[in-house]
């Protein structure tokens, strides 16, 4: 029978993965590659764009092949993607102008200081975005490429240049590229451009143009749920329609069934991500988290959330992997980590791109405090899944502080504790790492069964606008539970650790200053 499956393609930080979901949600093929990394000078980060989207055709194809199916058996393609990345094309040609700058990369410090030291400080463009002013956000990188690459600014303001987060880029290219394909992206996309009015969900044309981003670059706001186009007659997914597109934390939330309020997810792999349904209407934060928008179906009123980000979970187990060599792969961290009762002393803070959420301190770098001689690797290795459980914890602290400031009579539902946090990610398969987060939050902790849910939730939302699922009840009705971790530390032993954990976060604080970068 036709069109029984959708396919979701998930762009991230990383690698590149097609999935093919079936009606009950579950995985029938994956394809996936990893993405090679530039790191051009420190604390810069670049992805190649045309690799990007060939990438992405070359899972499509394996995720296809494996499941033995074609265009034809396809009733949809959702879209999520890392977020912020930001791509500068030329139309005409469909050729970048640079390389993606990735989220991670830090080279816009000195003009978002320089935007904040013009009036307002961090919190400049705050109201109006949910965003604090950081090297995290598209705008800002958008003006970097503009300034820095010769005859950038003035093809862009002769409507030469395409602006894209990659979501716009792939969306651009799987609808025809440079022969009609669509240049749009999605509301949640849009709301880490730092260029969005959260409330309106168009571009705010005042910060664009204090930013000298010219409004003609940017693409059409749409919903995250809707059909944007059909792909080019001249690819593996012919005439499938795109219908769905969402950043890959807010599709997490959406396979991760967070639909209603005060539900809240973490996701762990490069970076991790905290985030919590706060409904229709944008919650201010006062504590260091982001607001930002969860997903808008079609015409329905969006949904927002109140996000954490912490840059530096899974890349720190990398790091020990590619840069210190203490573990050959990233899952001998767990059976290392696990042959030592406790931390020895030892804690890092992997400030690498300085402190996000809920810290916003670009002027801190790594560091590990706490050594003797008494430390070994096996200390380092747990130390560095405690630093992932210690940053979520700060999230899960910043997130109760800012529903409490907000709670009253006429907050009603959502203004109560967390009672769970769902987990997801490429870390989630540490059983160590999931217990310490149980221990460390005083939350249960709670794997679902479908992993995946960054692709499951593009998946979830293409369908919804094809009409492959109804609506968000009949896709909550497939998530199901796979483990449960309960909190088992004394609360003592977990005030102490986090005591200590924080001490460590200060001395991260202000290393950076005019001759350390
Ligand atoms: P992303 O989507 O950000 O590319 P993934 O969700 O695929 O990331 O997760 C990959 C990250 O998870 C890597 O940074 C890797 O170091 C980390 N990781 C993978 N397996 C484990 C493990 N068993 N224990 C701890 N970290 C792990």
């Avoid at 800002?140 to 005859?151: A, C, R, S």
């Avoid at 670059?217 to 749920?225: F, G």
């Avoid at 961290?333 to 009762?341: F, G, H, K, Q």
């Avoid at 409490?404 to 009579?409: F, N």
Wanted: proline share 4%; glycine share 10%; with cysteine.
């Amino acid at each position: 029978m036709a069109q029984q499956y959708i396919l979701a393609v998930d762009q991230g930080t990383t690698s590149t993965r097609a999935m093919v979901f079936d009606h009950d949600g579950a995985v029938v093929a994956v394809g996936q590659i990893e993405l090679r990394q530039v790191f051009p000078r420190p604390g810069w980060v670049e992805h190649d764009p045309v690799e990007i989207w060939a990438s992405v055709r070359e899972v499509v194809g394996i995720a296809l092949a494996r499941a033995c199916l074609t265009h034809q058996d396809i009733a949809a393609v959702g879209v999520t993607n890392q977020r912020e990345t930001t791509v500068v094309w030329d139309r005409t040609t469909g050729e970048p102008v640079h390389n993606a700058i990735v989220w991670q990369d830090v080279r816009t410090a000195d003009l978002v200081d320089q935007m904040g030291a013009a009036g307002g400080g961090p919190d400049r463009y705050r109201e109006r975005t949910g965003l604090p002013l950081a090297t995290y956000f598209a705008g800002p990188k958008t003006t970097w490429i503009l300034d820095e690459v010769p005859g950038a600014r003035e093809a862009a303001e002769a409507g030469r240049l395409a602006f894209g987060t990659v979501d716009t880029w792939l969306l651009w290219n799987l609808t025809g590229g440079t022969c009609g394909g669509v240049h749009v992206t999605d509301v949640t996309n849009a709301s880490r451009t730092m260029l969005m009015d959260l409330r309106t969900l168009e571009w705010d044309t005042d910060i664009a143009a204090e930013m000298r981003v010219p409004v003609s670059m940017l693409p059409q706001i749409c919903s995250s749920s809707q059909v944007y186009g059909r792909c080019a007659d001249d690819g593996l997914l012919a005439g499938v329609r795109v219908a769905a597109v969402l950043g890959d934390q807010q599709a997490a939330m959406f396979g991760q069934a967070c639909f209603e309020v005060g539900q809240a997810k973490s996701t762990y792999g490069t970076g991790s991500f905290m985030l919590l349904n706060t409904g229709t209407e944008p919650v201010a934060s006062h504590h260091g988290l982001l607001t930002t928008v969860c997903y808008q179906l079609g015409d329905a009123e969006a949904v927002y959330a109140l996000e954490g980000s912490v840059a530096v979970t899974g890349s720190l187990v990398q790091w020990l992997r590619d840069n210190l060599g203490i573990i050959a792969a990233a899952s001998e961290i767990e059976p290392l980590a696990a042959s030592v009762p406790d931390n020895g002393g030892v804690y890092i803070v992997p400030a690498f791109s300085g402190l996000f959420a809920p810290h916003w301190r670009s002027d801190a770098r790594g560091t590990i405090v706490g050594l003797t001689r008494y430390a070994t690797s096996a200390h380092m290795a747990r130390a560095a899944l405690e630093a992932t459980a210690f940053q979520t914890r700060e999230l899960l602290d910043a997130m109760n502080a800012d529903r409490l400031s907000r709670a009253g009579p006429a907050q009603g539902q959502g203004s109560g504790a967390l009672t769970e946090l769902r987990v997801d990610g490429g870390m989630v398969a540490n059983d160590l790492l999931m217990q310490l987060q149980a221990d460390v939050l005083g939350v249960p902790v709670v794997r679902p069964t479908v992993a995946e849910t960054t692709a499951l939730g593009a998946a979830y939302a293409a369908g919804i606008a094809v009409g492959f699922w109804s609506g968000t009840a009949d896709v909550a009705s497939h998530w199901s539970q796979d483990q449960r971790w309960t909190p088992q530390m004394p609360a003592a032993e977990r005030d102490r650790h986090y005591r200590l954990w924080r001490k460590a976060v200060t001395r991260s604080l202000d290393w950076v200053d005019d001759d350390v970068r």
